[in-house]
């Protein structure tokens, strides 16, 4: 599979503050789904900043689905990848739900009936129809983030970078927004970087890089890190519940492989309980 | 008294210049103690965040009435005058940053005290003192609070209300966007609050995972209605309500499930037991372990009776019996079960029994 996004020696430094990569390279695989981790201020969103050009390297070179970023491409790579914020607020700029959605797309001088369809479409899917012309910050976290969320869909990007994007949304909202996600990444082979804490998404993504002290320090698969406590505990984790439980077991003397979810451990435990159909 | 009481609260928000209403909140009514960890939960939109607003007058009741502390709110009169109220109320906010303004960490930090009414020297020390409880080291008070990461921003923030003493201590999703293991300090760090100052904390939160080691009570929204309130166990009796109100079971209760559906047999075990569902991955070993053990004890001696004929069951029984009467007489019943040969061993111990003593 090709690289879509590929760092070359990368070095980069907040003005008036020590340097936080001085010489990374990574790449990341045309449809995967990866997960960023580290510890606290060890540069993982200034890395998926990098990724979008939000941040200009200070050397080496990025290069998105082949071509080299730079003051040149710049702004067409801002529409190929788009980058979710933490926090939904500053991503807001019109006074409807449904003239936020628009802005990006007038960038990209789309027909108004396309623009319409997209709105349309993409605002079913999100569950959001019902705000269309409520302003942003009348709603909540949650519906906030969503909106967000369908601010971006309607842009058709390839890449699409999650800053901390799902950690206001509600469960469930969380959930079926894997979901889709999830589907999406088949359907229109979607590549995802994703910043997070949360240990179900990390399980959810096909690798993980560990970023520490400014370099690329392992990349592994979700279950290979949710078993090395010590390296978890760095990058402030947790396993998912079932893992926790099953290493709590092991440790106890019960021969019990490591399970993703709970439903795996129950039938590990007791492979004769009757399995529900 | 309750530190907090509500009578059919209700508060609707005006729409497009008055010509729609919403109700965002509607016959709300609970008592909160003094000394309590409260946990609020609800999906996003459930009102969850227009009731914290109603705690120091923020927003103030359409219909209904909220005492808080000394003051009570009603609908139609409006409340002046509530800094005194403010002292005694500390809310955080969502996001830490909309509640953090000053140049240091320190301003920050006094800025509640000196408004209150504190001298300079006594607003440092409760700064100090204050970011001390966060567990902040002190080096950040000369920082500024922009220059922190998310986590400490979020203490800080914590720290900046802690500095006025107050007596309730209400947080909107305080847990969101730190990393776990902060999430875990921190609900932690509330819950000592409760525990060693006396102070009541509400906590507003999707996430039930965490708050359930440490909140005694616990309230669920749905579309603006408290559809439930009730302590730990009581909460955990009801997985279709959490999942109505659209919160995600904890793992512990989904585990519970699955017993259920499973394996009744175990589940039963669990349940006989006593005692209220294991809620930690390492309180849930040691219960799994027990149970598999009671099960493993059970089918052994389930085998056993079928390979055997009954007398050599009883005379096997007995032998046990035997063996285990000098560890402890209790441990006798526990063999004493149901079928006839065992029946008639069990009334040979007890004679036996008796004529030992």
């Not at chain 1, 996004?5 to 070095?11: A, Y």
């Not at chain 1, 392992?218 to 290493?247: D, I, K």
């Not at chain 2, 009578?7 to 008592?31: H, M, P, R, T």
């Not at chain 2, 166990?233 to 585990?255: F, H, T, V, W």
Request: a negative charge; hydrophobic letters at 40%.
């Amino acid at each position: 599979m090709a690289a879509i996004i590929r760092f070359n020696q990368v070095g980069f430094q907040y003005p008036k503050r020590e340097s936080m990569f001085a010489d990374l390279s990574l790449h990341i695989e045309q449809g995967q789904w990866v997960t960023i981790v580290g510890p606290n201020g060890s540069g993982k969103s200034t890395l998926t900043k990098l990724m979008n050009g939000l941040l200009a390297p200070r050397s080496g070179t990025i290069q998105i689905g082949g071509v080299t970023l730079d003051g040149h491409t710049v702004s067409d790579i801002h529409r190929r990848v788009g980058y979710l914020f933490q926090n939904p607020d500053n991503q807001f700029i019109a006074a409807t739900v449904q003239d936020d959605m628009a802005f990006g797309m007038e960038n990209r001088c789309l027909s108004q009936e396309e623009m319409q369809r997209r709105i349309n479409q993409v605002s079913v899917e999100l569950g959001i129809q019902d705000w269309l012309h409520r302003h942003p910050s009348s709603l909540s976290g949650g519906q906030k983030q969503r909106v967000a969320i369908a601010g971006l869909l309607v842009l058709d990007p390839e890449v699409m970078i999650w800053d901390e994007a799902t950690s206001m949304l509600d469960e469930q909202a969380r959930r079926e927004f894997m979901t889709r996600m999830r589907q999406l990444r088949v359907e229109r082979r979607l590549t995802i970087v994703s910043v997070t804490h949360d240990a179900e998404e990390i399980m959810a993504s096909d690798r993980v890089l560990v970023i520490k002290d400014g370099k690329l320090v392992a990349g592994l698969t979700p279950m290979e890190l949710f078993v090395q406590g010590e390296l978890l505990q760095e990058c402030c984790l947790r396993p998912p519940f079932a893992v926790e439980l099953s290493l709590e077991l092991r440790r106890r003397g019960v021969d019990v492989d490591i399970c993703r979810d709970e439903e795996e451990l129950v039938n590990a435990l007791w492979p004769s309980c009757p399995v529900k159909s | 008294m309750a530190i907090v009481s509500s009578e059919k609260l209700g508060y609707q928000y005006v729409v497009n210049g008055g010509s729609a209403q919403s109700f965002a909140l509607k016959d709300i009514s609970f008592e909160w103690e003094q000394g309590q960890f409260y946990a609020i939960l609800g999906a996003a939109g459930s009102g969850k965040s227009t009731l914290l607003q109603h705690l120091n007058g923020i927003l103030q009741p359409t219909v209904g009435r909220i005492r808080v502390l000394d003051v009570m709110f009603e609908a139609g009169v409006k409340q002046k005058g509530l800094k005194p109220l403010r002292k005694r109320v500390g809310l955080v906010f969502q996001f830490p940053e909309q509640q953090l303004f000053a140049d240091t960490v320190e301003q920050d930090l006094m800025f509640g005290p000196l408004q209150f009414g504190m001298s300079e020297q006594e607003a440092r020390q409760a700064a100090r003192e204050a970011l001390h409880t966060v567990g902040l080291p002190e080096a950040v008070l000369t920082m500024n609070p922009f220059q922190l990461s998310g986590g400490q921003m979020r203490k800080a923030a914590i720290a900046a209300v802690l500095a006025s003493n107050p007596d309730l201590l209400v947080l909107d999703e305080p847990t969101a966007t730190l990393d776990p293991l902060s999430r875990q300090e921190l609900i932690q760090l509330l819950h000592r609050l409760t525990v060693e100052q006396g102070k009541t904390v509400v906590v507003v939160t999707h996430r039930l995972d965490e708050v359930l080691p440490a909140a005694s009570h616990y309230m669920l929204m749905k579309a603006g209605r408290l559809v439930f309130q009730g302590s730990r166990a009581e909460l955990l009796a009801q997985p279709l309500q959490l999942q109505d109100a659209g919160l995600a079971l904890p793992a512990a209760l989904r585990l519970r499930q699955l017993l259920d559906e499973r394996c009744k047999e175990r589940s039963s075990v669990l349940e006989a037991k006593g005692q209220e569902v294991p809620i930690t991955a390492s309180e849930w070993a040691e219960r799994l372990i027990e149970v598999r053990q009671i099960h493993q004890m059970r089918k052994r001696e389930q085998d056993g009776e079928q390979a055997l004929s009954p007398t050599v069951r009883s005379t096997k029984l007995l032998q046990q019996q035997q063996s285990e009467q000098s560890a402890e007489l209790g441990a006798n019943v526990y063999y004493a079960i149901t079928r006839d040969s065992e029946s008639a061993v069990r009334s040979l111990c007890v004679l036996k029994g008796e004529d030992e003593r």
